[in-house]
């Protein structure tokens, strides 16, 4: 038996339209054509994302914030430009942008409270 690594994320969220809406119109992913029912998977790669409606046990509410203990990066050819635009749209931003080995990153706060760090592609 070989494991291989991850090969899909998904977020649950309490309103699927509004945090689809936020990844692609605040974040910049784009849609994928085709995605599962109850969810919305966007067109990332080598790691397919999506975002999810819950599953029946998850009360997203009954925890301060979720995700807690996972760490979810994603790459950007512009982490600076983006972090100003997040600034300037009101989004929370947990850390603020720093040098790092994976070039410029920072943490913001989801629509649902997720964590979620961006760093500059390399």
Do not use: N
Not at 16 to 25: I, N, S, V
Not at 72 to 94: K, N, P, R, Y
């Amino acid at each position: 038996m070989t494991v291989t690594g991850p090969d899909f994320v998904a977020l649950q969220v309490r309103d699927l339209e509004k945090a689809a809406e936020f990844y692609e119109t605040r974040i910049g992913l784009k849609r994928a054509p085709a995605a599962p029912p109850g969810a919305v998977l966007f067109a990332t790669s080598p790691i397919p994302f999506a975002v999810r409606e819950p599953l029946p046990d998850i009360d997203l509410d009954s925890v301060e914030r979720p995700g807690t203990g996972v760490a979810l990066w994603f790459s950007c050819d512009d982490s600076q430009a983006l972090h100003d635009s997040l600034v300037e749209s009101g989004v929370e931003i947990l850390r603020a942008p720093a040098p790092s080995p994976f070039g410029l990153t920072f943490t913001f706060v989801d629509l649902d409270g997720y964590s979620v760090t961006m760093h500059d592609a390399s």
